[in-house]
């Protein structure tokens, strides 16, 4: 039987470890607080994200992490994007020298503009074949209640994601493989930026063109960002890219449009932090996103005006006067 460790008892990561125990696997979740962890194996439910559902009987929780690491096939990271270099340089020491690393986080770092996969790689020295991610519409309340969802696994290596693919692979959860892990992971964390701005507009009361126009430009910046970094421009048409994209700012379960739709409605930053338990990746990520596309100088009027809403005030109908009135391109621009 396939072992895997699950570093993360958020709700994605509560949420991935079901579809593995669901596809066969024995899971191991690891988790930062012990009372958690404790009504994790006691209620058989996590308590503070998902606790409507019930975790399958192939899934035990510990705060130990050589405990979970131990003998796992595939080390699933499932912790914020910005904490994870720190975490797993307490981890890697536990870790085996053969598992499989695999990110659930759509991110990039703060002050490297990195990818987690890259992160990952520099921390523990683990070659490209050992480095995988996944990514799509996945929403982890609705594939936690086990409804039909489709995702993307990816790595250089194809053999590696095939395998992925096979640990994963449940009647409701359909992986597909890909190696262009580059393009995957810039879908993930870009469509998280673009959700506040479409999430800002629902706040404001604008329209569906709007939006429709929003996501379609956002998918644009992210293609354009992604091929200079050296991505399948075909990537972002697939389930990493577009699926995600609209999965993310269509859904009232997703955190990024929640956090842009209060923005949209007036409130501050800090006062939709107050309200808001879970973490919105893209109110850190657009900064370093922004940070990478400046690097590659590739333009993202979107993400810049995201950035300026989100840490520098701006107001939001300051941002869409600005983008409306941008110079006249041609849309392959």
Not at 94 to 100: D, E, N, R
Not at 168 to 186: A, I, W
Not at 196 to 224: F, P
């Amino acid at each position: 039987m396939t072992r895997v460790a699950v570093f993360g008892t958020g709700s994605w990561g509560t949420a991935f470890a079901v579809v593995l125990a669901d596809a066969g696997c024995e899971v191991t979740l690891w988790g930062r607080r012990p009372e958690l962890v404790e009504a994790l194996n006691a209620t058989r439910a996590n308590p503070d994200y998902l606790p409507e559902v019930a975790l399958p009987e192939r899934v035990r929780a510990t705060t130990d992490p050589s405990a979970a690491a131990e003998g796992a096939e595939f080390t699933v990271l499932a912790v914020p994007a910005q904490t994870l270099r720190g975490n797993l340089a307490a981890w890697t020491p536990v870790l085996s020298p053969k598992t499989v690393l695999v990110s659930l986080m759509k991110g990039i770092e703060l002050g490297t503009a990195k990818r987690m996969s890259e992160v990952i790689a520099e921390v523990t020295g683990a070659p490209a074949e050992r480095v995988a991610v996944l990514s799509g519409p996945n929403l982890a309340r609705e594939i936690a209640h086990r409804q039909p969802a489709a995702s993307v696994v990816a790595c250089r290596d194809e053999a590696v994601a095939r395998r992925l693919q096979t640990a994963c692979h449940t009647p409701y959860f359909r992986p597909y493989t890909n190696t262009d892990v580059t393009g995957c992971e810039l879908g993930g964390a870009v469509k998280n930026v673009i959700a506040l701005a479409v999430g800002i507009a629902d706040g404001m009361g604008l329209g569906d063109n709007a939006k429709a126009s929003l996501i379609t430009r956002g998918l644009a910046e992210t293609t354009r960002l992604g091929v200079a970094l050296g991505a399948d421009p075909l990537t972002f048409s697939g389930l990493a890219g577009l699926g995600d994209l609209v999965a993310t700012c269509a859904s009232p379960l997703s955190r990024n449009h929640t956090f842009g739709t209060n923005l949209g409605r007036g409130m501050t930053v800090d006062q939709v932090v107050a309200v808001t338990r879970q973490t919105a990746e893209g109110v850190k990520s657009c900064e370093s996103v922004l940070d990478l596309a400046r690097r590659h100088a590739v333009d993202v009027p979107i993400t810049e005006t995201v950035v300026d809403i989100v840490h520098h005030g701006k107001p939001p109908l300051v941002g869409l006067k600005e983008l409306m009135s941008r110079s006249a391109k041609p849309e392959r621009h």
